[in-house]
């Protein structure tokens, strides 16, 4: 069965003050790993799409990376709009392709 | 970015009544969607995928014959919460997949609450 952890839970940064979140995974065969953004009483945004080890991709403030086993979303120089939760996804390759989310972590950037 | 949409954004009913929920995607076709529950401060849990064309696959314990899911078109899903009991209040997302580029796109969520 596919897994997925995330860390922290929760984050609180100042304005600027750059991190990243952490996402594991045990999957069978991945066909895909996933970001996505929500925020509160919202629908998932999505962010980017991985598909293999040594990938990255970029958005704005934003840049994910994957390794074989873990995936990284680097927040640099945030601003209080990047506010929100960041879910983690992974798609195995078998079966009916369904996403496996982490719990997601919460982070909220003070101005 | 692809888009997809949902109908009613809310939605209050009596317990006992049915709600019917629309998903649409706007810009590409859709041969699979998926319909999710998600409660206050937790993630998203599937309740069952759908394809255009046949009967949709429910996750364990999801009752099929309470949540009723039609995929009639390559962009539009729904999903009929029938004889609705205050339990069944809860925010529902809808997803579609997107084949070229492979990704998987959701809808903005409709919060229903059963009295």
């Known amino acids: 069965e596919d897994q997925v952890t995330q860390s922290p839970e929760a984050l609180r940064l100042q304005e600027g003050e750059s991190s990243s979140l952490n996402c594991s995974y045990t999957?069978?065969?991945?066909?895909?790993l996933f970001w996505y953004r929500q925020d509160p009483g919202k629908g998932p945004e999505f962010l980017f799409t991985l598909y293999s080890a040594g990938e990255e991709k970029e958005k704005e403030r934003l840049k994910a990376t994957l390794t074989k086993k873990e995936s990284f979303l680097h927040i640099t120089a945030p601003k209080p709009e990047d506010s929100a939760t960041y879910l983690c996804a992974v798609q195995g390759g078998w079966g009916d392709y369904k996403l496996s989310f982490g719990a997601g972590t919460t982070v909220t950037v003070r101005a | 970015g692809a888009v997809v949409s949902q109908h009613p954004s809310w939605v209050i009913c009596k317990s006992g009544t049915s709600v019917k929920i629309e998903c649409r995607s706007l810009d590409f076709q859709a041969t699979t969607m998926f319909w999710y529950r998600q409660f206050p401060k937790q993630s998203l849990m599937l309740m069952a995928t759908?394809?255009?064309?046949?009967?949709?696959?429910?996750e364990q314990g999801v009752e099929k014959d309470k949540f009723l899911i039609n995929h009639a078109s390559l962009t539009l899903s729904t999903l009929t919460v029938t004889s609705a009991h205050p339990e069944d209040s809860s925010f529902y997302i809808c997803?579609?997949?997107?084949?070229?580029?492979?990704?998987?796109?959701f809808g903005p969520g409709t919060r229903l609450t059963v009295t």
């Open positions: 999957v069978s065969g991945l066909r895909g």
């Open positions: 759908s394809n255009e064309g046949s009967k949709a696959t429910y």
């Open positions: 997803s579609a997949r997107r084949q070229v580029p492979y990704e998987q796109y």
